[in-house]
């Protein structure tokens, strides 16, 4: 049985079945994603035909690997298939052409990867990165990116988010400082508090789908401690990171994860967000997050109730990792 939508009962029914009809039997979208990095080297890490799935090879054990891009088997590109032009669209909106040169190994981090090297030029890595920069994202396919907003400092959303997540950051940090078995926090949570909460990133977008309209907000965010003599120059410091959502009505859902480490960040994980991608009105950010000494590609169902990954595909990890697996 087709069930007309409300909006479409003021329509002849012989209109309305049409249009019911044609919105039933409308193609799902087929697409393939890729990280695209500075040196031009793009890694497919996500496709989607109605699912999500990750047939690129994310290990080159027991891989046996192609020669050419004409040998690489078609189901690795995914959804999109393997003649799909591919487009990569960049940090600051510019859309480009890729062209497709080859495949070639990389080393990220201690992981070893197969990618494809595209046409692209983009700034010379740096030597304080610990890998190679991402410029963007590459899309073979109908998928269209959209906008994260990227909300700056000077905005008077920044001091209001920082008072509105006070409360979580506190509790997650708790946590955090409680997740010790042989080591106690030098200060304790009335001391903690004394210090301020600084918020360094807050990514942003605003939806409208079915389940209504409402607001996505992930923040970065980190409250400093003096170091002490034993710290060596580098005190502690609290990072906690997450999710904020808001609608109208109803209290904002706020998800923290905080963790305790020194000034150096050793192990903390940073978002870059490539944009968002609508499809079959659910809505998916899609963001590397990255520390020291991992990386990982991500594509995340976004709706009022939640956030829920539904890709993860790690890009690198560090020689002990790696060694562990």
């Known amino acids: 049985m087709i069930r007309v939508p409300p909006a479409l009962r003021r329509l002849p029914l012989l209109a309305a079945c049409a249009l019911a009809l044609s919105l039933a039997d409308a193609p799902k979208p087929h697409f ?71 495949l070639r190994q990389t080393r990220v981090f201690c992981t070893s990867r197969l990618g494809v090297q595209t046409d692209h030029i983009g700034a010379p890595a740096s030597p304080e990165d610990p890998t190679v920069a991402k410029d963007g994202l590459a899309i073979a396919g109908d998928a269209a990116l959209l906008p994260i907003e990227r909300v700056a400092k000077s905005s008077p959303d920044w001091g209001a ?74 005190g502690l410091i609290t990072y906690a990171s997450g999710w904020v959502l808001e609608r109208d009505g109803h209290e904002p859902k706020i998800a923290l994860h905080a963790r305790v480490a020194y000034c150096d960040r050793n192990e903390v994980a940073f978002m870059q967000p490539f944009g968002r991608i609508v499809v079959q009105d659910e809505v998916y950010w899609v963001y590397q997050v990255s520390s020291w000494s991992d990386e990982a590609y991500a594509v995340a169902r976004v709706r009022p109730a939640g956030v829920d990954p539904v890709v993860v595909t790690m890009g690198g990890r560090d020689c002990k990792a790696e060694g562990r697996r």
């Open 161 to 234: 988010m920082t008072r509105e997540i006070a409360k979580k950051f506190e509790q997650a940090e708790d946590a955090a400082a409680d997740n010790f078995t042989n080591w106690k926090h030098p200060y304790k949570a009335a001391q903690r508090r004394t210090y301020p909460i600084q918020l360094e990133a807050l990514y942003r977008s605003n939806e409208q789908t079915k389940r209504g309209a409402w607001r996505v907000s992930y923040v970065e965010a980190v409250r400093t401690f003096p170091a002490r003599p034993e710290d060596k120059g580098c």
């Open 32 to 102: 393939t994603l890729g990280v695209l990095r500075a040196d031009g080297l793009m890694i497919p890490f996500a496709s989607y035909d109605g699912d999500w799935s990750v047939p690129w090879p994310t290990s080159l054990r027991n891989v046996t690997l192609p020669i050419s891009l004409r040998d690489v088997e078609p189901k690795w590109w995914g959804a999109a298939g393997p003649d799909a032009a591919w487009t990569a669209v960049l940090q600051d909106g510019r859309k480009q052409a890729l062209q497709l040169l080859g």
